[in-house]
């Protein structure tokens, strides 16, 4: 069989989730071309799949760490989707590669520079505890998304990063920064949905106040009782 014949009968039995004869075709196919890029555009989803399956830790890391392996071989071929910059980032944190999962948050930013993207960055920058160029990119986000729903998570980042480099009292302000824009955020959810209080957005909102609040109690400052979010 060719590797066209190979490819494609590998294709069908992933489209009907039959992930390990699937595998067996896909890989016999790039065992003739490492670099078929048709049988690349299925390794890379497939493993990810099996590993999402696979019994053991030992066996799901290694079947991602074929995933993240044929992603980054798509890119170098010249793929840029942004769900491929998010499946390696994803993939490259969960096997805690610190420095692919900063390499392509930093792809991702650049080419996608939204939200999102800007908040994983701030992620890959504190695994590997680059405090500067995080507080850099929380800055931005600030500005360019002042009523996005990350809008607390990028104050905490701030607050944290500033935290780490032993300037507390900048952090204390951007943490109170983080706590107005989170309310006013929050006031808007309230407007716009009765349901507001179930919604993913409302969620990521509190869980990112409750854990400024928390940090600004650790520094020793005085509160009352938690703010609701009522």
Same mark, same amino acid.
Request: proline fraction near 2%; include cysteine; aromatic fraction near 12%.
């Given at each position: 069989?060719?590797?066209?014949?190979?490819?494609?009968?590998?294709?069908?039995?992933?489209?009907?989730?039959?992930?390990?004869?699937?595998?067996?075709?896909?890989?016999?196919?790039?065992?003739?071309?490492?670099?078929?890029?048709?049988?690349?555009?299925?390794?890379?989803?497939?493993?990810?799949?099996?590993?999402?399956?696979?019994?053991?830790?030992?066996?799901?890391?290694?079947?991602?760490?074929?995933?993240?392996? *044929? =992603?980054?071989?798509?890119?170098?071929?010249?793929?840029?989707?942004?769900?491929?910059?998010?499946?390696?980032?994803?993939?490259?944190?969960?096997?805690?590669?610190?420095?692919?999962?900063?390499? =392509?948050?930093?792809?991702?930013?650049?080419?996608?520079?939204?939200?999102?993207?800007? *908040?994983?960055?701030?992620?890959?920058?504190?695994?590997?505890?680059?405090?500067?160029?995080?507080?850099?990119?929380?800055?931005?986000?600030?500005?360019?998304?002042?009523?996005?729903?990350?809008?607390?998570?990028? *104050?905490?980042?701030?607050?944290?990063?500033?935290?780490?480099?032993?300037?507390?009292?900048?952090?204390?302000?951007?943490?109170?920064?983080?706590?107005?824009?989170?309310?006013?955020?929050?006031?808007?959810?309230?407007?716009?949905?009765?349901?507001?209080?179930?919604?993913?957005? *409302?969620?990521?909102?509190?869980?990112?106040?409750?854990?400024?609040?928390?940090?600004?109690?650790?520094?020793?400052?005085?509160?009352?009782?938690?703010?609701?979010?009522?």
């Amino acid at each position: 069989m060719t590797k066209e014949m190979l490819f494609e009968r590998g294709q069908q039995f992933y489209l009907q989730q039959n992930l390990d004869s699937a595998e067996a075709y896909v890989n016999q196919s790039l065992a003739m071309d490492a670099n078929f890029r048709d049988a690349l555009d299925v390794a890379a989803p497939l493993h990810f799949d099996l590993a999402m399956r696979a019994d053991g830790q030992k066996k799901k890391n290694e079947l991602l760490r074929k995933s993240r392996d *044929y =992603y980054v071989k798509l890119e170098t071929a010249g793929a840029k989707e942004p769900d491929m910059y998010e499946r390696i980032c994803e993939i490259a944190n969960t096997l805690n590669d610190d420095k692919t999962f900063l390499k =392509y948050a930093k792809k991702n930013a650049d080419a996608y520079p939204y939200e999102r993207q800007y *908040y994983n960055l701030s992620v890959a920058y504190a695994n590997v505890e680059d405090w500067s160029n995080m507080i850099n990119a929380m800055k931005k986000a600030v500005e360019k998304f002042p009523g996005s729903q990350y809008i607390g998570s990028f *104050y905490r980042q701030l607050g944290r990063a500033y935290t780490k480099i032993g300037r507390d009292q900048t952090a204390e302000k951007f943490f109170y920064n983080g706590l107005s824009a989170v309310d006013a955020k929050v006031a808007e959810l309230r407007k716009s949905n009765a349901d507001y209080k179930s919604s993913p957005e *409302y969620v990521r909102l509190k869980d990112d106040k409750i854990g400024m609040l928390v940090t600004l109690k650790n520094l020793h400052q005085t509160y009352k009782a938690l703010d609701k979010l009522e």
